[in-house]
């Protein structure tokens, strides 16, 4: 039998605790007005944007426009974005798409490259095999999974870059930037809050959460780290960050149960299943959260190698195992403050 579990919002007093991160709220005596917000369902995902400068609401409409504009392009479950259109000629023939599109699958090639297919875009026909998140979800058989891997190879997403144009090389190939795409949007929401004078604001989409500035006050943001282990809104450990994106993946949000055994959405390229380690989450704190999202998996390679790589590309991470211990990468050791005694903190 098979148990589908779905990734849900909740919102309590006003903060949205979604996925695998949440905010710790400040005071509303910064200022002398309350912040405004404002919340929907984009790229598959709960988004809430929360501003803290006193601005004018239409700004919350304009960052919800750059989220609607990256949703109808990149969002490969809509038959008419970009992507789809793109998969729908693999194998056929060029596609010119936007510049943000284009600049999207080349980062997402790029992290390709670095991690060797850990990363790969052209992911999607394992996704859609599997099912995960959808009332689809299923076990598929070993024949058809290794009928799709071949399918699945980063260098052969082809690129016209002076035309804008993509192409898949093999007939059958789809891409998939479930796992870099919310990422791209938080940045360009924060680009549209700059633009529009916002100097103070929370920017949740999913697992990435973006800090622009600092709180009002001048102080940092505190950020708790979910505890992979309890329901949503428990945290582990706390962070402070100013202008920093954190980004979570991790194996308890989006997964299915089928005869006893749970099925996380986190797939390795180069099995075809999902990925089988210690590791129950893993958290990046960097700077853009294109860049957050592509790192967040680090997931896939352990703690030793996760921990190098994420340190290679100037970014700190908690990685975060199934027996409740917590690792850190050095420059997060003189800001992380553990408050829950069942996990414990590894040199």
Request: net charge negative; with cysteine.
């Amino acid at each position: 039998m098979i148990k589908n579990i779905k990734t849900k919002s909740f919102f309590i007093l006003g903060l949205s605790l979604i996925m695998s991160l949440g905010l710790i709220s400040c005071g509303k005596k910064e200022a002398d007005f309350q912040p405004i917000s404002k919340s929907d369902i984009l790229l598959d995902t709960p988004c809430k944007v929360t501003i803290y400068d006193d601005v004018p609401e239409t700004v919350l409409d304009k960052a919800f426009d750059v989220l609607k504009e990256v949703d109808s392009r990149m969002n490969a479950s809509s038959e008419t974005s970009e992507i789809s259109e793109v998969n729908r000629n693999s194998g056929k023939g060029y596609v010119k798409v936007s510049d943000d599109t284009f600049y999207v699958i080349q980062k997402g090639k790029s992290y390709g490259e670095l991690t060797k297919g850990v990363f790969d875009i052209s992911i999607g026909p394992l996704v859609k095999l599997w099912g995960i998140n959808t009332d689809h979800a299923r076990v598929p058989a070993k024949l058809e999974i290794d009928g799709k891997r071949p399918l699945v190879n980063y260098e052969n997403v082809l690129l016209k870059e002076d035309t804008k144009e993509v192409m898949l090389k093999n007939p059958g190939m789809e891409l998939d930037l479930g796992g870099i795409a919310k990422g791209y949007a938080a940045d360009a929401v924060a680009e549209t809050l700059r633009a529009n004078g916002v100097e103070h604001a929370i920017i949740d989409l999913g697992g990435n959460i973006l800090t622009l500035g600092s709180k009002v006050n001048g102080d940092n943001w505190k950020i708790g780290i979910q505890n992979p282990n309890t329901e949503r809104g428990q945290y582990l450990a706390t962070i402070e960050v100013v202008n920093k994106t954190i980004v979570t993946s991790g194996i308890y949000e989006r997964y299915f149960e089928q005869d006893g055994k749970r099925y996380h959405h986190i797939l390795d390229t180069s099995t075809g299943y999902p990925v089988e380690n210690n590791l129950a989450s893993v958290t990046i704190v960097t700077d853009k959260s294109i860049d957050g999202d592509a790192l967040a998996k680090s997931f896939c390679m352990g703690i030793d190698k996760g921990k190098e790589f994420v340190k290679s590309q100037g970014a700190e991470a908690i990685f975060v195992t199934k027996d409740s211990k917590v690792y850190l990468t050095d420059g997060l050791k003189g800001n992380f403050k553990l408050n829950d005694k069942s996990f414990t903190l590894e040199d």
